[in-house]
């Protein structure tokens, strides 16, 4: 597989498209983010056996997301067939894509618990709590990174590519390798819209009005769940689609009429 390289920017551009995919179709895209959410929520919860069910579907659950935007993209029609495009051809890479998802999870669980004692949260934390878990933290994200760049784009590499699991998983991490600056750049966007700007709205609120800040507080968590949500779900999609040259060469979704 030949992934390209790009520049820094395209790591905003993707949240950029993201939102303009998500202007074409706002019901559509809030249905299948919230699709997504729902099952993910739904499945954990399932006694005993929820948390190892999980990593098994979501390469499936991202093939459906992709294939949701894709429709969206191309204006196909909204239907089952879309949505579930090449999961029987390749039921068998992404079952087996959800197995490695397992164990992956389960070793990062394993390396959380080996980092040390769980921090008592009900009473507060110390200044040297704080700066412990913040320490915890920040080695599970680089312990996790490796991990996010293998699966990043190995379910649609799968789905759509026929590329197996193992493979999959390679070319995804050096994807994501060679384009490691759009990478960051994505996500110091992320936390830009995400956090640093609501946050300085909310604390200039608070300096003018607490009901104010009370107000806006929760405007902008409705922004952040029914806006910011779907367009990281279309940026997973089109990072997809802009890294690799041929979207879907094991064949075009069968064609639909338009609505």
């Known amino acids: 597989m030949d992934a390209r390289r790009l520049p820094a920017r395209h790591g905003v551009l993707w949240l950029l498209a993201g939102f303009a995919l998500f202007r074409r179709q706002p019901p559509l895209m809030t249905a299948l983010t919230f699709g997504y959410l729902l099952t993910v929520i739904v499945v954990n919860l399932i006694p005993k ?13 991202t093939v459906i997301l992709a294939n949701g935007c894709r429709a969206i993209e191309r204006g196909n029609a ?11 051809a390749q039921r068998v890479g992404l079952i087996r894509l959800g197995g490695l998802h397992l164990l992956g999870s ?3 669980v394993l390396g959380g618990f080996a980092l040390g ?17 913040l320490t915890e933290l920040s080695i599970l994200l680089v312990l996790a990174s490796p991990m996010l760049m293998a699966f990043w784009f190995a379910p649609l590499l799968t789905a759509w590519n026929g590329v197996s699991a193992g493979k999959s998983l390679f070319f995804s991490f050096v994807a994501s390798w060679r384009n490691w600056r759009a990478f960051a750049m994505y996500g110091l966007a992320l936390v830009l819209v995400g956090a640093v700007v609501p946050g300085m709205i909310l604390i ?19 922004l952040l769940i029914f806006i910011l949500a779907p367009v ?28």
Do not use: C, H, K, W
């Open 49 to 61: 056996i929820g948390p190892l069910l999980l990593p098994l579907l979501l390469p499936a659950l």
């Open 78 to 88: 909204f239907v089952s067939e879309a949505l579930t495009f090449s999961l029987s």
């Open 106 to 108: 389960s070793l990062l």
């Open 117 to 133: 004692e769980p921090i008592n949260l009900s009473d507060g934390m110390s200044s040297e709590e704080a700066a412990a878990l």
């Open 204 to 222: 200039v609120a608070g300096l003018i009005s607490e009901s104010l800040q009370n107000v806006l507080a929760v405007a902008l968590r409705m």
């Open 232 to 259: 990281m779900v279309a940026s997973v999609y089109l990072s997809y689609r802009d890294v690799f040259e041929t979207p879907d060469p094991v064949g075009p979704p069968p064609a639909l009429p338009d609505e």
